[in-house]
């Protein structure tokens, strides 16, 4: 098939998944949810009240004195000091909550989005292995992700990161690396089918080498079906990013929404009532997991074709 | 193959994988940097340090060294606390942990069960309508909530109240206050556990339950599609007895299946559940122990916690071929 017409036949899949898609609300819904957050990391210093509300010189400090003591809550006007606006308040280092908030999008979506990838990979490198080559492979590759399945992984990920240190590339590795079995079976099982069909008889019959059938002829028709199950894990990456920050074992020098909520809770914010403090990570924590998992859900409608003619 | 072989293959293959797991749990302690002894050994004189080191079996090679943890786990000796003092043996620090986190996840997961198995079966029957958008967004909700968040909002709306206790496992009754528990008798021990329960018990609960409902309902509203649904309709089965005989027991398969594998999820719960509420038992001790770097207890509670999902898994197993009879594995 010569390239163009590969390509026109590419950009008419694509097209046809997204009219599917577009007919599911809650895919949309999801979609825009995901779309401000892009946005929100993305234009953040434009955004925010506070340009760089991690930077010493943009702190409030306390004017025991003047009333003015950290947490502040909310209000509309500038601060006699720094001549910055709170409109949510702050937090006890003095940093504005909402800038705080707005910049937390982005190491929420990297860890979400580069954890996926690592789980991704090792899952489909797994699951294409062990279904592909069978026998032996297929059984020590199982049993390992069986294994792993088994594997308590918030506890793990606990472990990992104490022994590890808490670097933000930690997380991101201790994440990607406790959740790839799932993807691996599901790649298994898609590959045990595949591999069965004409198409690849035939490669094989012509002497196509097994790199090459797996690139051309396996890879893409697993591929899709694995999308929607890894949209579901970006949700879960920034779950056990959160959790990971809240329980202490959050990278140092980062301010994602777990660690806010962290400040928040260890530093009293819920026996003096500061519900500034939480509202607004805790929100968007809320808000983000339930975009991807929308479109997840509506991507797995979308996929599986048995459940399409519902 | 009957039943009974099924279930000596399945413990067979338990035992395999517990000892991975304690290989794994061994040699991932191994990993860290510097001595194991050192939080012992502060301070010593280097003959003295030998003399420990030797106790621990640590001068031995670490095939040997892994012979006696494998003896001693099997013993149930998980060692001596590094940040506890006096040195407390682990053995004890753990079992009234234990019992708390059992209390806590037990009656949690069993109201989550029921409850989230209710909930996706109303929004099922009902699919499309009132009730079933209603549910799911508050299913989806708390789904996308992560646990600790919830028990926050839960301790920071009933802080100013005073309703319940919101710190520890024991200690307050009802209407009186601040008991020291030396002093109660048996019934009030158990009323004071119940309330300081309620909260903790609701967050675990409304989180765990999510999951579980939104299975449920997806996974019913598949089989409610099938043609033999359609054939029970047609000759007249009463749409509680389609539900009840022909529906659910196939619709249930699949969220046994899911129960097993969110056990790993479940213990998250407890233990952010245990972190908000200083409700002393496993996930508390974690903490604890992550804090003040106290390996010897975090090996233990891993282990444990890996040994309590592999009992989990058996048990799902079981419970899925006896939901199931077509499942000969």
Redesign the interface.
């Given at each position: 098939m010569p390239k163009s017409e590969r390509i026109d036949l590419y950009i008419k899949n694509v097209k046809k998944t997204w009219g599917i898609f577009r007919t599911s609300k809650i895919g949309v819904v999801g979609m825009c949810i995901l779309l401000v957050f892009i946005f929100m990391a993305i234009f953040a210093p434009y955004l925010a009240t506070v340009p760089n509300p991690t930077d010493q010189e943009n702190f409030e400090e306390n004017h025991l004195d003047d009333g003015w003591v950290n947490p502040m809550p909310p209000s509309f006007e500038f601060s006699p000091y720094t001549g910055l606006m709170h409109p949510l308040g702050t937090d006890h280092l003095g940093r504005d909550i909402y800038s705080l908030t707005i910049y937390g999008a982005r190491p929420s979506l990297y860890v979400g989005l580069m954890a996926t990838l690592i789980s991704a990979a090792l899952g489909t490198v797994v699951g294409l292995g062990a279904g592909y080559f069978g026998r032996a492979t297929d059984e020590i590759l199982m049993r390992t992700t069986?294994?792993f399945?088994?594997?308590?992984?918030?506890?793990?990920m606990?472990?990992l990161m104490?022994?590890l240190g808490q670097e933000f590339i930690w997380i991101i590795v201790v994440i990607g690396i406790t959740s790839w079995p799932?993807t691996a079976r599901i790649v298994r099982s898609q590959v045990l089918t595949v591999k069965e069909r004409q198409f690849v008889e035939r490669a094989r019959a012509v002497g196509s080498g097994d790199g090459h059938i797996i690139a051309k002829h396996i890879m893409p028709n697993v591929l899709p079906l694995i999308f929607a199950n890894t949209v579901l894990l970006v949700?879960l990456a920034i779950?056990s990013e959160?959790?990971l920050s809240?329980?202490?074992?959050g990278a140092k020098g980062v301010v994602s929404w777990g660690t806010m909520?962290e400040g928040?809770?260890t530093n009293g914010a819920?026996?003096t009532?500061a519900?500034w403090w939480?509202t607004l990570p805790?929100m968007a924590?809320?808000?983000l997991?339930?975009g991807f998992?929308?479109i997840g859900y509506a991507l797995d409608d979308v996929l599986n074709p048995?459940?399409r003619k519902? | 193959m009957d039943f009974r072989d099924f279930i000596l293959r399945k413990i067979v293959y338990l035992f395999i994988?517990l000892f991975?797991?304690i290989t794994?749990n061994f040699f991932?302690?191994r990993?860290?940097p510097g001595d194991p002894a050192r939080a012992f050994t502060k301070g010593l004189s280097a003959d003295m340090v030998f003399l420990i080191r030797e106790k621990f079996h640590l001068n031995d090679p670490p095939l040997t060294q892994f012979y006696y943890y494998l003896v001693q786990v099997f013993t149930g000796d998980f060692g001596i606390s590094s940040s506890l003092f006096p040195r407390a043996d682990i053995g004890d620090v753990l079992w009234p942990r234990i019992v708390n986190t059992v209390i806590l996840v037990g009656i949690g997961t069993a109201l989550a069960i029921y409850l989230g198995v209710t909930l996706g079966k109303y929004a099922a029957w009902r699919r499309g309508r009132a009730t079933d958008t209603v549910g799911m967004t508050f299913a989806?909700?708390f789904?996308?909530?992560?646990t600790?968040?919830f028990a926050?909002?839960l301790?920071?709306v009933f802080?100013?109240t005073g309703w319940f206790p919101l710190r520890g496992a024991i200690g307050e009754l009802p209407f009186i206050g601040r008991v020291d528990p030396y002093e109660m008798s048996l019934w009030e021990r158990i009323i004071s556990r119940g309330y300081h329960l309620i909260l903790p018990v609701i967050a675990f609960t409304l989180e765990i339950m999510a999951e579980f409902a939104i299975i449920m309902r997806n996974s019913l509203?598949?089989v409610l599609?099938e043609d033999y649904i359609t054939t029970a309709r047609a000759k007249g089965v009463p749409n509680s007895m389609i539900l009840k005989d022909h529906a659910m027991r196939n619709a249930l398969l699949p969220v046994v299946t899911v129960m097993a594998?969110s056990?790993?999820?479940v213990?998250?719960g407890t233990?952010?559940v245990e972190?908000?509420f200083s409700y002393e038992g496993l996930g508390k001790l974690?903490?604890d122990a992550?804090?003040a770097?106290d390996y010897p207890i975090?090996q233990a509670?891993?282990l444990i916690?890996?040994v309590?999902?592999?009992v989990a898994?058996l048990v799902a197993d079981i419970v899925y071929t006896y939901l199931d009879p077509r499942v000969t594995v």
């Open positions: 069986d294994f399945l088994v594997l308590p992984w918030f506890p793990l606990i472990v104490t022994i799932s949700s779950f959160a959790f809240f329980f202490g074992l909520l928040a809770y819920f026996d009532g519900w939480i805790g924590i809320v808000t997991v339930l998992s929308l048995k459940l519902r | 994988t991975a797991i794994f991932l302690f990993i860290l989806l909700t789904y996308s909530m992560p600790f968040l926050l909002v301790l920071m802080a100013g509203t598949d599609t594998i056990i790993g999820w213990l998250g233990i952010m972190l908000v974690t903490w992550v804090g770097r975090l509670l891993f916690m890996a309590a999902v592999l898994n």
